[in-house]
């Protein structure tokens, strides 16, 4: 401002109901792009947590997939160390594979001969994706299987079996790679 010029009037005061109105207006005019901005938005945040879920839940499946193949190969390592002869063939444990989801066996379900090498046991105490068993192959002169079997995705059909092999003669007993059909994480649909 320069020292000649005259100093502005007071500005009159505001009226509520102006602003009010204003206000209202810009809602009649811009409130139907804001409520698709707001469902936008909505949508977005729930398809990214359902994503982000479903990547929590693959990756758990997966970690459970990996410590279920680790305890057959440590009930493989088990009756190789008993030696021969190798123990009868096991029931599944669970009987039924379980169908997409982890169960947890209770220990009376692991009380087998197949199990049991001296005073050390095998089990699997938490959950587990896969049923496990010890086969007796009675075409090998003393071998047998540890196979475990996985429903992945619940759709009914074994997605992951894998089998461990232990062949014992008279020089002791060895043990095989695991051999696996599927995978631990099949692919998404």
Known sequence: ?????????????????????????FLDRR????????FALATLLV???VLGYE????????????????AAEEWQRLIESCGAPLPPSSAPVPPEVPRGVSVT?????????ATRCGAREFSVSGPQLHSFRWERISSLADGGEVIIEADLD?????DHKARF?????????????????????PAPD
């Not at 990547?55 to 680790?70: K, N, P, W």
């Not at 066996?105 to 001969?113: E, G, V």
Request: glycine share 6%.
């Open 47 to 49: 398809c990214a947590s």
């Open 55 to 70: 990547r929590i839940d693959r990756s758990v499946r997966t970690a459970r997939c990996e410590q279920d193949m680790l």
């Open 1 to 25: 401002m320069y020292v000649d010029d005259e100093p502005e009037p007071p500005a009159p005061p505001r009226d509520p109901h102006v602003e009010a109105e204003s206000a209202e207006s």
């Open 154 to 158: 619940g759709d009914g059909a074994v």
């Open 31 to 38: 409130g139907p792009r804001l409520l698709m901005l707001a």
């Open 105 to 113: 066996t209770s220990p009376s379900d692991w009380k087998q001969p």
């Open 165 to 185: 092999a232990v062949i014992c003669d008279h020089r002791g007993c060895l043990v095989g790679d695991a051999m696996e059909d599927g995978y631990c994480d």
